[in-house]
């Protein structure tokens, strides 16, 4: 019986050669292709979304493991590859799909060790990002979240000695300065919050310009980065989360076998596949300046829906003017980004 035909589902190849030079490292601000447009949209649908689900998990249903539900939604995103891995819908490579090995490995042991820089960034940037959704209300989480952008620009000048234009900083130094005055008379503040949003502010942009360097030079696609993170992380994850007395404690949960909680759940589980698959395609397709800019014009919507649903944060006009100033300097840029300026 002949195997079926496959149907690759659309993947991010990263640019293969390359010249080298001082010019290759300033900032030209190439045009956004269709393409990157769709990742761009994509990535947003999914991440305003995921951050309601969670935020309704740990406030709204009061579950106290962040750590559990990043361990669900891995586990979940591993499950969903390799079945679409097995069933010849996605491939793992750049070219041709990889075949499974003897060992049954989808990915040999010397790209999975390339790889590994690449997982652990992303351990760390799934667990700081889930417990600073906790700490701080959707509308101060998303303004401070707005900040990452200058934590990508500084990882990405250490690594790749990547350099930008007036209009980028520009668009950069508005949003950083919306960022502090909506912050400045926030009637909620939490230091211990705000200290894990920098924390998960930080993490993240050395995760997306890992993203950038290590996953162009893999070999893999936007799926097979995935499959290495599940597979190097979920272990780790779940040692930690059973001698932390996670798991005991979610076993214990009151509402575990509630039907409202677990189908929030398996949304959530649901969405971080699809935005983890949705950052690396807009990563390597755009820049990871550009998913950082992406996620501050999401907060539009996760501010509207964040104060409506959840509330948190009472009204305060120099808080809606700082606020404002954020969505205008990422509107900027990505104006600029549009044009290729």
């Known amino acids: 019986m002949g195997s079926p035909k496959s149907v690759l589902l659309p993947v991010s190849d990263p640019p293969r050669g390359g010249g080298g ?16 447009a769709y990742a761009a949209l994509s990535y947003m649908s999914c991440a305003v979304l995921l951050v309601m689900f969670n935020k309704a998990a740990l406030s709204s249903y009061n579950f106290p493991c962040a750590n559990v539900i990043t361990l669900f939604q891995m586990v979940c995103s591993t499950c969903i590859l390799y079945a679409m891995k097995r069933w010849k819908i996605i491939s793992f490579t750049v070219g041709e799909p990889w075949t499974v090995s003897d060992s049954g490995s989808f990915v040999p042991l010397g790209t999975l060790l390339h790889t590994l820089p690449l997982s652990i960034a ?9 417990e600073s959704v906790r700490g701080v209300n959707v509308p101060m989480y998303t303004t401070l979240r707005r900040t990452t952008v200058v934590f990508t620009m500084i990882v990405e000048y250490l690594l790749i000695r990547q350099k930008y234009t007036r209009h980028v900083v520009g ?27 920098l924390i998960a502010n930080l993490t993240t942009a050395v995760y997306l310009a890992t993203i950038a360097r290590i996953g162009k030079s893999s070999g893999l696609n936007s799926f097979g980065l995935m499959w ?7 272990p780790i994850l779940l040692f930690w989360t059973y001698f932390h007395g996670d798991l005991e404690l979610t076993m214990n949960f009151p509402h575990l076998y509630s039907a409202g909680f677990q189908v929030v759940m398996l949304l959530s589980c649901i969405l971080a596949f699809f935005l983890n698959y949705s950052i690396f395609l807009n990563t390597t397709l755009n820049s990871a300046l550009t998913q950082t800019m992406c996620g501050n014009l999401k907060d539009l919507f996760t501010v509207g829906l964040g104060w409506v649903i959840f509330g948190g ?4 006009l120099l808080n809606v003017i700082g606020q404002g100033l954020g969505f205008v300097g990422s509107g900027f840029y990505a104006y600029c980004k549009l044009k290729g300026k």
């Open 21 to 36: 030079g001082d010019d290759a490292l300033l900032f030209k601000g190439s045009a956004m292709t269709r393409r990157g």
């Open 171 to 197: 668009s950069v130094a508005l949003i950083v300065l919306g960022a502090f005055v909506a912050g400045a008379r926030d009637l909620s503040f939490d230091a211990y919050g705000y200290a894990i949003v």
């Open 122 to 130: 992303y351990l760390l940037y799934m667990l700081a990002s889930m």
């Open 313 to 316: 944060l009472p009204f305060d």
């Open 228 to 234: 290495c993170n599940g597979v190097v992380c979920g």
